[in-house]
């Protein structure tokens, strides 16, 4: 391990045992460290369920899309059998990428040298293979990965080692179960490169300190920063509330089971460690950040409802989204130049309801990348 | 075999496929295609001590002609000098080592941009500014280092460590296959560089394999020289290659020599001049690629098309150079997909299809195993080592 990763995960060991009333900010290599970065992917993102759509985008027998997780392109297939899948994105031959974009196919054709597979990844045919000797096309298949379903989230896990998730999300249920994201449909699908960090969009997206002032013209009307309040997180979660003002129209349609409390504020959570959601009362923008390198990631993002507006094109139906989002791109511009001066020093973070977010997510990193402090502290708390 | 990623891995992998029968033929693992510490091997042991094509002698013909070039990070100048010799010049200036021509010309002498010095197009250093005041120094005394060149059949070849056997006695076995075409008469009509972004082995590869041919070049190739009708033959020390046939209903393609055989007016000779010097020899055209690495995944790519016809018509000469665009189009795509799908950790070496069809890059793999694989035999250190 180089310097950069050695010294951030002394600095990570060191925050374990602080409470959220001593949170403060990580050195700024936390964002811009290549080498952390590589460590982040064997430690964090390899290990872990990563959230990488919505099982809603692939409704009907056949459906698929393509994205990439670190250097693994995926395909995310409905099966013949129905079952939802998530099958390795390159041939067994010669190893090109065989699928792009989305469609509906019974057959995957690689468009190298037109070895078939069938939509649940078993090799149909390989055109004159016949003649090699030893080679059996019943015994090829793509690689598949493991994959959980959380409320029509679709998560994969690539080394296959990762306990179940749902069992470690059961404290959310509570602020979920009267929303049923899973009944939403699909408005529409986006994926950008975004220049920065994947935990500088997570945090920007899961705290609430800066919406009243990057967003002071859309949402401070809506969901200003005084009204922000944090729920408890979990060891794989974080979220707050994020209350709207009185004098916001009330947002339809919205879930019949939902009280009359909860159709007065946006639900916003974060499954550790790149999965990030805002429920609203009628909608859910959910972000599958895939990071690139430790300045850039790929946002894939999706945008659903209690109900699709038919007059409305996917686009219109985003446009509000997207020009919030604008105004967070153009933050996380400044942060990135920023954060390359030599001058900068930990400071405190905004108290818990506003940034106690980014805290819960410095815990987890340090969770993951120190587990022997991790378990010696939970040790002590315990006793 | 090894799974190791480092390159004592990789080359231990060589070593093991190296001792493999045909019959188990595999592709290289995924690393060797984009490790920097790989390529930087490739470099030292093959770049800089085989026989690598430069272009055609005919892209010089005239005294005083030259054009200007790069292999593994050499500048390189290509002249044809004053007494009709051509000869392969550094391009790096012997004051300050600024690279001196660039482009293409025809001059006398060189001048380099910086501080003037000027060479003779043999290399020799005629005039240095004031250099006549430095004690000790001596114009005489200094020219641009020329590197070992050898011309086969029209193409020109330069070994830049000087260390090379000819490179005739090694394509002996090539030439009952491309004698009839005198490859040297046809006339070239143009030399372009490209740069791609994939393993050079790949490109290399993607040349000289007829598996792929019907299913990329479905609108280009297919009808021509579909993959059925490809057929290896035997390589040797220094070369591999296939025809690819002509399918009966294919028009006679003319004009040809007149020694080609009614066979050979038939199919297209595909060979490779290892490590990276591919010819797609056709009756009427030959169309050529030479690659060399700038990195694992970038690689330096000239191609040119030559003629038979000696002055062919401008617009036959246009849609050729558009139909090999268009066919170059649907490999950079699928090279494209190669080289993000070679990084995933499933990517595996794999069964290469049968020998007609990719027979050719198991004679590739063996080449480079005997380049790279370690020197003892992985037998014999094994065996130390208990």
């Not at chain 1, 959230?51 to 990439?68: K, L």
């Not at chain 2, 003037?116 to 280092?145: H, S």
């Not at chain 2, 070994?159 to 030439?175: H, I, Q, S, V």
């Amino acid at each position: 391990m180089g310097a950069a990763s050695a010294g951030l995960k002394n600095a990570l060991a060191g925050i374990i045992e602080l409470g959220p009333d001593q949170a403060r900010s990580l050195p700024p290599e936390f964002y811009s460290s290549e080498e952390f970065f590589e460590l982040e992917k064997e430690e964090i993102f390899r290990k872990e369920w990563i959230c990488v759509g919505r099982v809603a985008e692939i409704p009907e027998r056949g459906d698929y899309f393509t994205t990439q997780l670190l250097d693994e392109p995926l395909i995310v297939a409905r099966g013949q059998d129905k079952k939802v899948r998530v099958l390795s994105n390159v041939c067994r031959h010669r190893s090109s990428v065989i699928l792009e974009g989305t469609g509906t196919a019974k057959h995957f054709v690689c468009p190298y040298h037109a070895w078939t597979y069938a939509n649940d990844g078993q090799l149909l045919r390989a055109p004159y293979m016949d003649q090699v000797k030893g080679f059996d096309v019943k015994g090829c298949r793509l690689p598949e990965f493991k994959t959980e379903i959380w409320h029509g989230f679709l998560y994969v896990n690539l080394d296959g080692k990762a306990k179940p998730l749902a069992p470690r999300l059961t404290g959310l249920e509570p602020y979920l179960e009267n929303r049923h994201p899973e009944d939403m449909m699909v408005s529409l699908v986006q994926e950008e490169i975004w220049s920065t960090n994947w935990k500088c969009l997570a945090e920007n997206y899961m705290e609430g300190y800066h919406l009243s002032t990057v967003h002071s013209k859309d949402l401070y009307d809506i969901t200003p920063t005084r009204l922000c309040e944090k729920i408890p997180p979990g060891e794989g979660y974080t979220g707050y509330k994020a209350h709207y003002t009185r004098k916001s129209p009330q947002r339809k349609p919205y879930h019949p089971d939902m009280t009359p409390e909860e159709r007065r504020f946006s639900m916003f959570f974060w499954i550790f460690p790149s999965h990030v959601v805002g429920i609203t009362s009628n909608g859910s923008a959910s972000l599958c950040l895939q990071p690139r390198g430790a300045g850039e990631l790929a946002n894939r993002c999706i945008l659903s409802s209690y109900e699709l507006d038919p007059a409305r094109p996917p686009e219109v139906r985003a446009a509000g989204f997207n020009k919030t989002m604008d105004e967070d791109r153009a933050q996380l511009d400044r942060m990135r130049r920023g954060l390359k001066s030599h001058y900068i020093e930990p400071n405190r973070l905004g108290p818990t309801d506003l940034e106690g977010t980014v805290w819960d997510l410095y815990q987890y990193v340090a969770r993951m990348l120190t587990p022997e402090k991790a378990g010696s502290a939970q040790l002590r708390r315990a006793s | 075999m090894v799974g190791s990623n480092n390159v004592s891995g990789l080359r231990e992998a060589l070593a093991e496929l190296a001792e493999w029968e045909t019959s188990r033929a595999k592709t290289l693992p995924p690393a060797c295609y984009f490790s920097e510490e790989f390529l930087e091997l490739e470099r030292d042991e093959i770049f800089r001590k085989e026989w690598f094509c430069l272009g055609r002698v005919e892209d010089v013909p005239k005294r005083g002609d030259y054009f200007t070039t790069e292999l593994i990070g050499e500048p390189l100048i290509v002249v044809r000098g004053q007494d009709d010799k051509v000869r392969v010049l550094s391009n790096v200036c012997r004051h300050r080592s600024s690279v001196i021509l660039e482009g293409t010309g025809n001059s006398k002498h060189f001048v380099c941009p910086y501080h003037a010095w000027t060479y003779a197009n043999d290399g020799k250093l005629l005039r240095a500014p004031y250099m006549d005041q430095v004690k000790g120094f001596k114009v005489e005394g200094c020219r641009l280092p020329a590197f070992a060149t050898e011309i086969w059949h029209g193409f020109l070849y330069v070994n830049l460590d000087g260390k090379a056997k000819p490179l005739a006695p090694r394509l002996k076995g090539l030439e009952p296959f491309i004698e009839n075409y005198h490859m040297a008469d046809m006339v070239n009509q143009f030399r372009e560089e490209q740069v791609w972004d994939t393993n050079w082995k790949c490109l290399v590869e993607n040349f000289m394999e007829g598996y792929h041919l019907s299913s990329v070049h479905h609108k280009t190739l297919h009808d021509i020289t579909p993959t059925r009708l490809c057929k290896k033959f035997p390589g040797g020390d220094g070369f591999t290659g296939y025809k690819s046939h002509f399918p009966g209903k294919w028009p006679p393609r003319e004009p040809h020599h007149p020694d080609l055989t009614d066979k050979e007016q038939r199919y297209t000779m595909m060979f490779c001049v290892y490590p990276s010097h591919v010819v797609a020899l056709s009756p009427e055209i030959i169309n050529y690629m030479c690659m060399w690495p700038r990195a694992a995944e970038e690689v330096n790519a000239t191609w040119g098309l030559g003629t038979f016809d000696p002055k062919p018509k401008r617009k036959m000469v246009r849609s050729l150079h558009g139909w090999i665009g268009d066919v170059m189009t649907e490999d950079k795509a699928r090279l494209e997909s190669v080289r993000r799908g070679l990084k995933s950790r499933s990517a595996l070496a794999s069964p290469l299809a049968p020998p007609n069809f990719e027979g050719t890059i198991w004679d590739i793999n063996r080449y480079l195993a005997g380049r790279l694989a370690p020197k003892t035999g992985r037998k014999s250190r094994l065996r130390k080592a208990s």
